[in-house]
């Protein structure tokens, strides 16, 4: 069974920053690409951040500039550092192998106010 579970979600005010990760397991992290999702409150999952096999990333445009994925194929894990922090990027957040976060997993949640 496929495992992701984001983390390091929490209270920040704008500005501020947040580094979350996503542990993977049960599935050959290294040979996927994979994709950061929010869902923020009364809205539908919507598709922040992909980042290829390779490595190579794409980014919502509302986020670009702002965050940036990373994985660690060693350690089977993705992260997303995020700065600026806006308080629409308030929602929790999930990472999973495919845009419609079909395997998303458990998410964090991100808070961003005053």
């Known amino acids: 069974e496929v495992q992701l579970q984001a983390s390091g979600g929490g209270w920040v005010q704008p500005g501020g920053a947040l580094r979350l990760s996503c542990a993977a397991s049960s599935f050959p992290f290294s040979n996927n690409a994979m994709y950061w999702l929010r869902q923020a409150p009364g809205e539908e999952l919507d598709w922040v951040s992909v980042t290829s096999v390779s490595g190579a990333t794409r980014y919502k445009d509302s986020v670009k500039g702002r965050f940036t994925v990373t994985r660690d194929n060693a350690k089977n894990t993705l992260y997303l550092q995020m700065t600026s922090l806006k308080p629409e990027d308030t929602a929790v957040y999930y990472c999973?192998?495919?845009?419609?976060?079909?395997?998303r997993g458990q998410g964090t949640l991100v808070t961003v106010s005053s």
């Open positions: 999973a192998r495919n845009p419609m976060g079909l395997d």
